[in-house]
């Protein structure tokens, strides 16, 4: 498997992958930190620089917003959104209460292209740090 980076890689890899009959998830990752007075809200409520705000199949047609520099629109080949759809999950405490919008975050760096084990690689939980040994 081959992975371009920068902006060929960018638009060379969906049409690639889109060729072959393969799938690819693209992950809109929240881009920067919102931040609110009461720590609650801050905590519970606001979108925070790495959570993971939808999972769509490639080729989703995003909106304008999702295009700006708030978001970075992550592209995985050769895997199915389906596979990803649980970092859309909120982090709830022992109660089932909100304690942050998303469990998990991703540290991205800028790439708009990445392997599924970069991805994995880049995974943070909310509350502990993921590898490869550990689910959780």
Same mark, same amino acid.
């Given at each position: $498997?081959?992975? %371009?980076?920068?902006? &060929?890689?960018?638009?060379?890899?969906?049409?690639?992958?889109?060729?072959?009959?393969?799938? $690819?998830?693209? %992950?809109?990752?929240?881009?920067?930190?919102?931040?609110? /007075? *009461?720590?609650?809200? *801050? &905590?519970?409520? $606001?979108?925070?620089? =790495?959570?993971?705000?939808?999972?769509?199949? *490639?080729?989703? /047609?995003?909106?304008?917003? +999702?295009?700006?520099?708030?978001?970075? %629109?992550?592209?995985?080949?050769?895997?199915?959104? &389906?596979?990803?759809? +649980?970092? +859309?999950? /909120?982090?709830?405490?022992?109660? =089932?209460?909100?304690?942050?919008?998303?469990?998990?975050?991703?540290?991205?760096? =800028?790439?708009?292209? %990445?392997?599924? /084990?970069?991805?994995?690689?880049?995974?943070?939980?909310?509350?502990?740090?993921?590898?490869?040994?550990?689910?959780?």
């Amino acid at each position: $498997m081959f992975i %371009i980076r920068g902006v &060929a890689g960018f638009l060379a890899a969906p049409l690639f992958y889109w060729y072959r009959g393969l799938k $690819m998830a693209e %992950i809109l990752v929240f881009n920067r930190n919102n931040t609110h /007075p *009461d720590p609650k809200i *801050d &905590a519970e409520a $606001m979108w925070k620089l =790495g959570d993971v705000v939808v999972v769509k199949e *490639d080729g989703h /047609p995003w909106g304008k917003e +999702e295009l700006t520099s708030t978001f970075l %629109i992550v592209k995985i080949p050769g895997a199915p959104a &389906a596979k990803f759809i +649980e970092y +859309e999950l /909120p982090d709830l405490d022992e109660n =089932g209460f909100p304690v942050a919008k998303r469990l998990y975050k991703l540290n991205v760096d =800028g790439s708009k292209t %990445i392997s599924e /084990p970069e991805l994995l690689s880049s995974i943070e939980s909310k509350r502990v740090k993921l590898d490869a040994n550990n689910s959780k």
